[in-house]
């Protein structure tokens, strides 16, 4: 069981940047895929960025391509993602996913392991 903790969340205004982190507890994580989702108050769970294990293939979300950068230290058991350009739609949690299971890349539903998630607030 990979444990997954996300971090860098925080308040910040229309138009900051933040970076958040995702760090594993085990190597074995530069094996996985790895990808965050967000999910706003009442609404459900969106697809934000997915990263292969060594980094070749970048997918984005259509509401943060060209904003958001996702990336991997696989000495460090870490992936990033730079947030810049922030919106006031970008205000949610946060969560990092591993271990995809096959199907559509953006289907939280096929993730196995998850992170607590971080909260980004971003004011108009």
């Known amino acids: 069981q990979v444990q997954l903790v996300e971090s860098g969340g925080g308040l910040v205004q229309a138009g900051d940047s933040l970076r958040l982190s995702c760090t594993a507890s085990?190597?074995?994580?530069?094996?996985?895929?790895v990808a965050w989702f967000r999910q706003a108050p009442g609404k459900e769970r969106e697809f934000v960025a997915r990263?292969?294990?060594?980094?070749?293939?970048?997918t984005y979300g259509d509401s943060v391509r060209g904003r958001f950068t996702i990336s991997r230290d696989n000495a460090k058991n870490t992936v990033l993602l730079q947030m810049n350009s922030l919106k006031p739609e970008d205000t949610a949690v946060y969560y990092c996913?591993?271990?995809?299971?096959?199907?559509?890349?953006?289907?939280?539903?096929?993730?196995?392991?998850w992170g607590r998630g971080t909260q980004v607030t971003v004011s108009s």
């Open positions: 085990e190597r074995a994580f530069s094996r996985y895929a």
């Open positions: 990263i292969s294990w060594n980094g070749d293939i970048l």
């Open positions: 996913a591993a271990d995809w299971r096959g199907g559509s890349v953006d289907d939280s539903s096929k993730y196995g392991y």
